[in-house]
């Protein structure tokens, strides 16, 4: 079992940044792919970004690359988005997710576990 714990999420102006964090408790952290979805209000869950269990590779949606980076530090069982020149339709709720296929990397599925969620405002 793994325990996702989602955090750094708030109201922020278009055109700004914010981290959002996932501290992760349970197996093996380096034994997991980790990733970010998120879900804006009356639209489905979808990737945002992926990155592979020692960091070595990492794959992002289309409208959030060159804005957004993932990265992990195994040491501390955790996993960051850094969101840059944030955009009002970047609003949503974002999800930290955990798989022990690459599958949720590449191509968006195969999720073993959710955090909660932490909310993203982007006001224009």
């Known amino acids: 079992q793994v325990q996702l714990v989602e955090s750094g999420g708030g109201l922020v102006q278009a055109g700004g940044s914010l981290r959002l964090s996932c501290a992760a408790s349970?197996?093996?952290?380096?034994?997991?792919?980790m990733g970010w979805f998120r879900q804006a209000p009356g639209k489905e869950r979808e990737f945002v970004a992926g990155?592979?269990?020692?960091?070595?590779?990492?794959n992002y949606e289309d409208s959030v690359k060159g804005r957004f980076t993932i990265s992990r530090v195994n040491a501390k069982n955790t996993v960051y988005l850094q969101m840059n020149s944030l955009k009002p339709e970047d609003t949503a709720v974002y999800y930290c997710?955990?798989?022990?296929?690459?599958?949720?990397?590449?191509?968006?599925?195969?999720?073993?576990?959710w955090g909660k969620g932490t909310l993203v405002t982007v006001s224009s």
């Open positions: 349970g197996r093996t952290f380096g034994g997991y792919c």
């Open positions: 997710a955990a798989s022990q296929s690459i599958t949720m990397v590449t191509k968006g599925g195969g999720v073993d576990y």
């Open positions: 990155i592979s269990w020692r960091g070595g590779s990492t």
